[in-house]
């Protein structure tokens, strides 16, 4: 072959797919017009005769002409742009010629080839040599982004879909519903993809997991990743897991030192603790009991030094009133404690905030032991979302709401974009130095928000 098609655009481990956007220059042939609107898969549809413009040329030859027709071949998945001149009826090659097929947009008849005569002209090709050879093509031919550009109606795409593991995962709007069935089979066509799954709820049950329909091929959920240099294996119909989430899984990761400790409430499958237990001394807790099973595989399959990570299955602010409370002050009696680096991750978005009013008052009962020593204060990494029009001002304050008390500028750190998730709808992270006042505050003088869960609690027992 002279030119060999790449096939497929790739990134890392997400596919960013449009029809409208990506799809492949390469073929100059579209589909029949029989394939759009296509609800069954029906590959037959994409049958079609063509005739190509084709050079007969010796054996020996081809070789020479690579470069010098380089502009010139044609490129289609699947099609050998040199073939055999003549076939046996058994479809093997009887002769020593070969065809050069050709671009029919870019050589119409031999004279298109003038800029190149030279080179023809010293191995004997001339006019005769030329000719047009009908071919049928078939769905083999084009590729899945070219596939579905022509099926799915004029301007609607899939777009977005990521890729997790041999996983497939795409959303379905209103438009692409009808065609799922085809979508399924056309994005299976993909290298490594078994199982093509559309999500059939929205993400917001209390494990952040999805509830999947297969769209094509086999219900097997179980898959591994890699995502910087770690492997995270996983089922994903019962845990939270998105590629997209990778750099501020880095981000996160690299703010760490030898020395820092890090508690991650909603770990996951270990995406911010395995990597940083690579590092330094890590607590990481989900409330999924799956979760929990697969962050403790990890950390095993990682060969993860096992004095570098706990892992625990309690709600995230159990986890912080009893495992980061217990470290914390054990931490505390530790010559220089106040200098250490201590992070809590907190990824839940949809309620991470309402939860970090249990950062007040959580040194109350433990005052007396503290009371006139300096000691560390904990970076918290609080994850949620905007749509707001100033999204800086919301996330802040909401963060001082739930905490109770106006940051300055030595407590803020940072209010930093994550990924915009829709259209008017983007992820944040807030990293707070939680103030002295905040953690020491008397219990009884707790600075409730209306909607956190103490407050609900409270006024239940009124
Ligand atoms: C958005 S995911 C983030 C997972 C992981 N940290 C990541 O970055 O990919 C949120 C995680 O919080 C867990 N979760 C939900 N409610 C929780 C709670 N009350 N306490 C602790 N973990 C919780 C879910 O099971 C899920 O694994």
């Known amino acids: 072959m002279l030119f060999q098609p790449k096939l497929f655009h790739l990134h890392r481990s997400c596919i960013y797919y449009t029809a409208r956007g990506k799809s492949s220059k390469m073929n100059s042939i579209s589909p029949p017009e029989a394939v759009k609107g296509m609800k069954e898969w029906r590959p037959e549809l994409f049958n079609k005769k063509v005739q190509l413009p084709c050079l007969r040329v010796k054996s020996e030859h081809v070789s020479s002409l690579k470069a010098p027709l380089k502009n010139f071949v044609f490129k289609m998945p699947n099609l050998s742009n040199v073939q055999p001149a003549e076939m046996s009826e058994n479809a093997t090659d009887v002769g020593g010629d070969k065809l050069i097929i050709l671009s029919p947009q870019t050589v119409k008849s031999f004279s298109d080839l003038s800029t190149v005569k030279e080179h023809l002209d010293k191995i004997s090709v001339k006019d005769e040599n030329f000719c047009l050879k009908d071919f049928t093509l078939t769905s083999d031919n084009w590729n899945p982004n070219d ?89 994903f119909s019962k845990v939270y897991w998105n590629p997209r989430l990778s750099t501020e899984h880095e981000r996160i990761v690299k703010m760490l030192k030898s020395d820092s400790i890090l508690f991650d409430a909603c770990a996951g499958v270990g995406p911010f603790a395995i990597p940083a237990a690579r590092k330094c001394r890590v607590f990481a807790n989900d409330l999924n009991p799956e979760s929990y099973k697969w962050l403790q595989y990890n950390a095993k399959k990682n060969k993860i030094r096992e004095d570098r990570i706990n892992c625990c299955n309690l709600d995230a602010r159990d986890f912080i009133k009893q495992v980061f409370l217990q470290e914390f002050l054990a931490m505390y009696k530790e010559e220089n404690s106040q200098d250490r680096d201590i992070h809590i991750t907190m990824n839940l978005p949809a309620l991470a905030v309402t939860l970090i009013d249990v950062f007040q008052g959580l040194l109350w009962n433990d005052r007396e032991k503290i009371s006139g020593n300096e000691f560390p204060l904990p970076i918290l990494h609080v994850y949620t979302f905007s749509k707001a029009e100033d999204p800086h001002k919301d996330v802040l304050q909401r963060v001082e709401e739930y905490l109770g008390i106006t940051l300055d500028t030595v407590h803020l750190k940072e209010i930093a974009f994550v990924r915009s998730v829709a259209p008017n709808k983007d992820m944040y992270r807030a990293s707070v130095k939680i103030p002295a006042e905040v953690l020491l505050r008397d219990l009884s003088k707790r600075k409730l928000a209306e909607n956190s869960i103490d407050e609900k609690n409270k006024k239940l027992k009124e």
């Open 147 to 235: 596939k579905l550009k022509h099926i799915l109606p004029d301007g609607e795409d899939v777009s977005g879909f990521s890729r997790i593991g041999h996983i497939i995962h795409l959303n379905l709007k209103d438009y692409t519903e009808p065609y799922k069935n085809v979508i399924g089979h056309v994005l299976m066509e993909l290298p490594g993809i078994k199982t093509v799954v559309a999500k059939t709820s929205n993400i917001d049950n209390t494990y952040r997991n999805f509830e999947l329909e297969v769209l094509a091929g086999e219900k097997d959920f179980e898959v591994t990743v890699k995502e910087n240099g770690n492997t995270f294996s996983f089922d």
